[in-house]
């Protein structure tokens, strides 16, 4: 396996672009399936789960047509097979937005359980309770989730989300696309990602009202055509730049992004010190050589501070002065960077769902372990403000979320590497 070795100490100075979301990329993606002409998707971040979802796409019998910017031109009317087979789905929890997309526009669908999933447990259970109150037949077999629509297709329906789901929410949008009749989706995800995906539908020919707020009203078209569409800024790689920058007292211009899509990080890192200045499509951050000032999160969905920050900013935390808490409402079981960061010299305790971090003066490299996406993340923050060296294992995790992390983080001065595996 690849690993990072960070050499900390050096302040982030410098412009970088910010890449495509990946979370709005993937159900985009999906719902180029609901269309009868080809859709053409740009602004696609090269990302390990990208090229899942293509070869997917592929395995599938759609015959994806990429550039060299990684623009992808899909045509669903080649689909061979309405299976997405458990070899590629168990990488990819997202791949779950396939099925949604499929049983509305061919009246069928079987999808593998991404790995790890148990019906009732996890918010899967939401996707197939929503298909159902557009009419659909769903059954387990073998651990697949396979669907059928009735006679004449979805059609429009009412339905609650009892916890707030962003994939949820964008499945069964995606669905009601080309049901007959409407459908009101109400506690439907806020993020940015949903009207992104909102928006592309549209411009192939949907009707929806609401997206960005909690009732989502889609009223059912009988085709939808293709386009051109470009992918909205990553938030969360944005956020963790920023993020970088405070710890290391830096100064950044973050080019190709959306400041009104992070207000709630931005008013944290201003609590922390940070100069902001925003534009249209950039954001600048400048610390003045000063040391973070320990702020107070608390994740919620959005608009609120978003859980896939709160691993940063314990980073960020654990060198500023004074104590911040940070309490995790959305996920359990997101505190495991913790351990490593401390194994770093920082001063971390975790009381339930609450970490309590204490700013110290420095922290020390030393041979730390990835455990996810963010918390990888937050490792290389606190490897960039580390005395010494930061080995970094296990690192597909970041390669799962951050394009080129290595080469970005050069281009603003960190002094960063990967050594192949």
Not at 128 to 155: F, N, T, V
Not at 355 to 362: D, K, Q, S
């Amino acid at each position: 396996m690849d690993k990072l070795i960070i050499t900390g100490g050096h302040r982030l100075d410098g412009e970088i672009r910010i890449s495509g979301a990946k979370n709005a990329a993937l159900p985009i993606l999906a719902a180029t399936l609901l269309a009868d002409t080809p859709v053409t998707v740009c602004n696609l971040p090269h990302l390990h789960d990208i090229t899942t979802m293509i070869e997917l796409f592929g395995r599938m019998g759609v015959q994806p047509v990429i550039d060299e910017k990684l623009s992808v031109e899909m045509d669903a009317s080649s689909i061979k097979t309405l299976v997405a087979p458990y070899e590629l789905v168990k990488t990819m929890r997202a791949s779950i937005l396939v099925l949604g997309p499929m049983l509305a526009r061919f009246g069928e669908a079987e999808v593998a359980l991404p790995g790890g999933c148990a019906i009732g447990s996890r918010p899967v259970d939401l996707h197939i309770r929503g298909l159902e109150a557009l009419g659909a037949q769903i059954e387990m077999d073998g651990g697949y989730i396979k669907a059928r629509a009735p006679a004449g297709g979805l059609r429009g329906g009412h339905f609650f989300f009892d916890i707030v789901s962003v994939t949820g929410t964008e499945n069964i949008m995606m669905a009601a696309a080309l049901a007959s009749g409407r459908t009101v989706l109400e506690n439907a995800a806020r993020e940015p990602e949903v009207v992104d995906l909102a928006n592309f539908l549209i411009g192939m020919g949907a009707q929806i009202k609401g997206a960005g707020t909690d009732t989502v009203v889609i009223e059912g078209v009988k085709r939808l055509g293709g386009g051109r569409y470009s992918v909205m800024p990553d938030r969360i790689e944005t956020g963790t730049y920023l993020v970088a920058a405070v710890a290391t007292r830096g100064r950044v211009k973050l080019k190709d992004t959306d400041p009104t899509i992070l207000e709630a990080v931005l008013l944290k890192l201003e609590e922390a010190g940070a100069q902001i200045d925003t534009g249209n499509n950039w954001i600048s951050l400048d610390m003045k050589g000063n040391s973070p000032k320990a702020v107070n999160v608390r994740t919620a969905p959005y608009p609120a501070f978003p859980t896939d920050m709160q691993a940063q900013f314990i980073s960020m935390n654990a060198v500023a002065e004074g104590t911040g808490t940070v309490i995790e409402t959305v996920f359990e079981n997101r505190f495991m960077h913790v351990y490593e960061m401390n194994r770093m010299g920082a001063r971390i305790l975790v009381e339930g769902n609450t970490a309590i971090v204490t700013g110290v003066p420095c922290l020390k490299g030393a041979p730390v372990m990835a455990t996810d996406l963010r918390a990888s993340a937050s490792l290389v923050i606190a490897g960039l403000v580390a005395e010494g060296d930061t080995l970094i294992d296990r690192i597909y995790h970041i390669d799962r979320g951050y394009e080129c992390i290595e080469e970005k983080l050069q281009l603003l001065g960190a002094k960063i590497r990967r050594i192949p595996g």
